[in-house]
């Protein structure tokens, strides 16, 4: 008989601070994005989840919390710059060290985004009537299992090319919009034992997070995104090895056989 | 005073069969479509520019005219199945030797690119009244210089995803259409020496190839996909290596260093 | 409570042959190199494992074994011509729908791997006193699990750069072999939905196939190719899509917001 | 007559540190190993060389020296921490931009490196009597034009894996080491508009830039990395396009053709 799966602790990160101040993101999330996703991701058996938020001491994200968190999920906007640089630093090293992390949406200019890419997270944006049509381009991917060809938001905020990131390991979705734009949508990537997925939608004007596919791609990609390591030493620190005793003749050995 | 460029040797290999039965695309391309991208290329000084097609003997593409050729193009569609497989194999070869090749538009289903690729290279397609736009996606890539942040073409047949190709090496456009589809519609590969990028655009029934932004992209892709190489010997066949003398203590050597 | 895994069935295919002419072969695997292997993976819980082999009916590969297969292991050597073309072609299928494949050692000239990389697949190589010595180069990866920052095979036969691959999604191992060679001896690739994983290590006259970190790591590399798809129709063939009304005006609507 | 080819501004900075203090790296560097690696590269007609230190004002590297500056080779050890936040912070715009950039050996743990990199950059060392054999895996690569199968450096310090790194774009240089090592000891990246060189070889203790092909190996790098772009507006900010027109109707129109 084989093994059941692992449980995977899952952390739901958000900002908490559209809800409090636009009457049109509450009347969608009236408990906060971070209760919508976390409601979503816990109807899964595997997955065990808890949220977290800006305003929370600590941003919600102590060291006991992140000693017990598998993967994250982040997503912030109008207080990038609020999230402390300490913190930031502590997601970082997690990620290094293992921990899954998954971007959503305006989280491309987080702070820990933008550390872990490297490069300017750029894009073009237009909020307005725009449809969004997720193409999926990886079909055998762990991460678009159940979703068919692709998926539709009837109304979601537009991102476009060129979209500053490093050549992903993995593109999954690329996005076509009403008004004449693409976007590479879902994309991978992985820092130190960190695998990291970047998922596009999601603004907070829009009922998205309610949306069953959007749903199922986030519950996929924490899965996809889980690796079990907390690994410390071979990845995050450069490390001198023994000096080797002086033997002259040892570089020799390997002339023969090349010319 | 630095050294100039160095001159470019293209062949430009077309089908040329719809032309000759197809009024509708003849009206366009009365001398082939070849001719239309040949002359475009020939007005590079950098560029030597000539043209080979199905009907010639060996295809146009004798030895004589493969050892002259630095980079390849080609389009075929509706008679991929009379190229020879011996000169298929022929040019297989002198690309894994080095030569550039541009693969464009129904090209996709070539002989020659399905080899090189070892993939499905399928994908959705709709002859219709679709705008195409092409978005730029990695905008310092040799091939875009000149092309803005993307460019239109008014009426193009739609090719959609998912694109059955390996992960390319750079992804440099998408395409949106106006029904609603995406397309990775410029790609590049490596295989052996060989540079290989993927062009989408071209269907006969539209006068594509007399774009101005199309045929600049094939001049960059041309001149970027040059190697200068023809190298037969480090990369196509296995080679044995002289034998190591026996040695059991060389082993023991990279012991030290390593718990 | 979470699912249990699932099931992978695994047929592990080898040529047969050496194994019947040379004592020195017969020594170390005496019911041949896949039984050895197919036992080694039969100790696990999850994976239900048959073989076959070269000179069986179909070389064992009838369409109800591989209409069982989930994951196909593959080493051969003295015979790759003698592996029927039709055959190739239903195992290229099956893994372009969505069959793991795991190449093993002499398998980088097989007709199989060939097709699915569209590359040389060439290498150097020597067979002669070298240690080898596999670092893990992406710790991470599921691949590696169990593995300390490398392993070591007493003796082997050299295998060395340049190794005529397409760019690998996935680097997971780098060898270095005492003569002073080094090689790329683990690596996955993606074709259609098929997962694809080289491992290096595996010469015949070696008691390679016993040693626990290889088995170790073809177990892995079982679980990890393991996608559980069979899909035909998404990426095998290319599809056109109904037509769409004409519409003049549709085209004009992606004209607003880009100058 | 084909174009001449551009004359590349390439600025040479260096620590310029060791060379001063330990009188074994002066025997090597008396004028400093930015002054070899100038040296070197000014031998060829289409290089204009400049260089730059750590104890200049601005370490050499002000707003008109990196306005004339295509390419920036970069060499740092034991002073990394002293290297200013705000110029780290204008060359990586200037990079992002499409200025060049050459990462030499322990440059892999200066602040530039890390910030476009976003991983670890760790590795394991060991300063003995290791010889370095570098072997090219990607022959076809402008970079090693000119190289063969590999060159030797007799004695250098040892790096090796892991190297804490993003997957590189191109892979183009695997080290073997005496003691038993491997390293990826040149790579590609993009960040931005800017092409990323790393190349492993130059401990101070050791006359590596003097090496002619290590030379050779970093002025075909400078070529490479050439963009002769600055762009700041398509990928540095993000952009807001201008609202579309409501038109509910606008996203309808794409629901024909798929089912």
Not at 54 to 62: A, I, K, M, R, S
Not at 105 to 128: N, P, Q, V
Request: with cysteine; aromatic share 10%; hydrophobic share 40%.
């Amino acid at each position: 008989m084989p093994p059941a799966k692992p449980i995977i602790r899952v952390t739901v990160w958000s900002e908490f601070r559209h809800e409090k101040k636009n009457p049109k993101v509450a009347a969608h999330y009236p408990q906060g994005m971070h209760q919508t996703i976390a409601e979503a991701l816990g109807k899964h058996a595997d997955l065990a989840v808890r949220t977290a938020t800006l305003d929370e001491p600590d941003h919600g994200l102590t060291d006991e919390v992140l000693d017990q968190t598998d993967v994250l999920t982040w997503w912030g906007h109008m207080a990038h710059g609020e999230v402390s640089d300490a913190i930031v630093a502590k997601v970082r090293t997690r990620v290094l060290e293992g921990m899954g992390l998954i971007v959503l949406h305006s989280g491309h200019y987080s702070k820990i985004f933008k550390a872990l890419m490297g490069d300017t997270c750029s894009l073009t944006w237009r909020e307005a009537t725009d449809k969004e049509r997720l193409w999926v381009v990886n079909p055998a991917h762990p991460i678009v299992q159940g979703i068919g060809p692709y998926f539709e938001i009837p109304a979601e905020e537009m991102y476009g090319e060129p979209f500053g990131i490093p050549t992903p390991d993995e593109l999954i979705f690329i996005s076509w919009f009403t008004g004449g734009e693409v976007f590479r949508s879902g994309a991978t990537w992985r820092r130190g034992n960190g695998n990291i997925f970047y998922f596009r939608p999601g603004h907070e004007t829009y009922p998205t997070y309610h949306h069953p596919q959007v749903q199922l791609v986030i519950a996929n990609g924490v899965r996809w995104a889980f690796s079990g390591l907390r690994i410390k030493d071979t990845c995050l620190n450069a490390k001198a090895l023994e000096p080797l005793p002086v033997d002259p003749e040892a570089n020799a050995r390997s002339n023969t056989g090349h010319k």
